[in-house]
């Protein structure tokens, strides 16, 4: 298993902390942001793959930004999974 940290672009949190174990994602955290709701993401997602999580989360906009804390999670999984 192995531990990534990836600074999100256009939202609120300043951090995504998650670990990769092969391409199933474990252990997700968001420092900063809307609380709850990111609580809620990271439970959700615990044990999914990367592709699962592209395939939910991928291009799902927030107030008109182009992007989302969920779609910046999708981003942050892929780019750990071909850094490999």
């Known amino acids: 298993m192995q531990h990534f940290d990836y600074k999100p672009h256009g939202v609120c949190p ?5 670990d990769l174990d092969g391409d199933t994602v474990h252990n997700v955290s968001f420092k900063g942001g809307c609380n709850g709701n990111l ?13 699962q999580i592209e ?9 008109g930004r182009g992007t989302s804390c969920s779609d910046q999670l999708a981003t942050a999984v892929r780019k750990a999974k071909e850094s490999e």
Request: glycine fraction near 12%; charged fraction near 15%; aromatic fraction near 12%.
């Open 39 to 51: 609580q809620a993401i990271s439970r959700v997602v615990e044990g999914m793959t990367v592709e």
């Open 14 to 18: 300043m951090n995504i902390s998650f």
């Open 55 to 63: 395939g939910y989360f991928k291009g799902i906009s927030c107030n």
